[in-house]
């Protein structure tokens, strides 16, 4: 069968590779064309656009940058009616998914959304439209099935493909001879993977590391960027960058600064005590003050429902603060052992691993059925 797949950020690459994998296991005939990343790239097909072209994050953002988005929702729109897949599946990124999915339900495609847009944060009566435009939703959050049924839907719930990608992780045997990381306890910093982030945050996280001089600092590289794109935000100071080891970096780390994002559920499924950090636009804060429904922005808080990890938002993202969250998780071994305990609640909330395998099923089993 003929795949559409995308995935316009870091993360949705990365869970689009994974299903393109068992894609390919369960169907020897697999062909794709996607927006998407080097991840996917690497599992083969054609890439017709890459997330870094894409991902603009806040109100103001996306305002600001409306000409490149609606130039590449007219390109993803026109591809896929020339490429005439037997299933177009998207992977997260609603605002500009939700858009392409109304589009292709009304060509009469059949539209699969894997990892449910985040309508109950905000504007929850999305649902309507997804309900409208989407034949089959693949969630990922436990707290999803309930919500979605209180609007009438029935979805599938297919556990989170993070564990599959955690559980498929096998740790580089010389990552700290490699890079030079030998003689010192390591605190990862988690950046993010879109330009407003690292601009915002690294700078703030470069000046925690003047504080803690008997640790070893190291930013996890996106692939988008180089080091040198890095070095701009830290001052001068030697905090090394790796890339496409991320995984490597935190299993190896005493404690982690992670932007929010689906990095703070990665350090937390690799058992690394972590403070969650974000700082966006003023304008973009203050809308999403009065539009967002929930308590906490990390993906562990919002499973768990209660604060596990520090969120430092905003004007409390400030290196004075960091520091004092990071002695905790470094120095005081009660508050260290508490979180790592709910760190294995977690886990058992989370399930097994899995979840790339059986959104594939299901997916072929309602393609076939078209």
């Known amino acids: 069968m003929k795949y559409y797949l995308v995935a316009g950020e870091a993360s949705g690459d990365l869970h689009g590779a994974n299903l393109m994998k068992e894609l390919k296991e369960k169907d020897k005939q697999a062909e794709f064309r996607y927006f998407g990343g080097h991840l996917m790239e690497a599992e083969g097909g054609i890439l017709v656009k890459h997330y870094e072209d894409m991902a603009f994050m806040g109100f103001v953002e996306v305002v600001a940058n409306l000409g490149a988005i609606l130039k590449n929702m007219s390109l993803c729109k026109k591809d ?3 490429y005439q897949p037997d299933v177009l599946i998207l992977i997260d990124f609603p605002g500009f ?3 392409i999915a109304d589009f292709a339900k009304r060509t009469g495609l059949l539209v699969c959304y894997y990892i449910s847009p985040k309508v109950w944060a905000w504007n929850q009566k999305r649902v309507l439209k997804i309900k409208r435009s989407v034949d089959h939703l693949f969630c990922i959050l436990p707290f999803e099935v309930d919500f979605y049924k209180g609007w009438g839907m029935d979805i599938d719930y297919v556990g989170n493909p993070l564990l599959d990608a955690v559980d498929a992780f096998t740790p580089t045997p010389d990552f700290l001879k490699n890079n030079v990381l030998i003689g010192k306890k390591i605190i990862a910093l988690l950046p993010g993977s879109r330009k407003q982030e690292i601009s915002r945050l690294l700078p703030e996280m470069a000046k925690v590391a ?3 001089t008997n640790f070893q600092f190291v930013i996890a590289g996106a692939p988008t960027f180089d080091a040198e794109y890095y070095r701009q935000y830290i001052g001068g100071m030697h905090i090394p960058v790796v890339f496409n080891a991320t995984y490597d970096l935190l299993s190896n780390a005493e404690a982690a600064v992670v932007a929010s994002g689906t990095a703070t559920l990665e350090t937390a499924l690799l058992n690394v005590p972590q403070v969650v950090v974000y700082k966006g636009n003023a304008i973009t804060i203050g809308i999403a003050k009065m ?3 929930i308590k906490f922005i990390s993906l562990v808080n919002l ?5 596990v990890v520090k969120e430092l938002i905003q004007q409390d993202c400030d290196f004075h603060n960091i520091s004092n969250e990071l002695d905790k998780l ?3 071994e009660d508050y260290r052992n ?3 305990a709910n760190y294995h609640l977690l ?3 989370m399930g097994k691993p899995g979840a790339s395998a059986k959104t594939a099923a299901l997916i072929i089993k309602y393609a076939s059925k078209k």
């Open 80 to 82: 896929i009616v020339a």
């Open 97 to 99: 998914n939700l858009k």
């Open 210 to 212: 003047g504080r803690f």
């Open 291 to 293: 539009l967002v429904k």
């Open 303 to 307: 499973i768990m429902d209660k604060e």
């Open 330 to 332: 470094v120095g005081l």
């Open 338 to 340: 508490a979180m790592l």
């Open 347 to 349: 886990h058992q909330r």
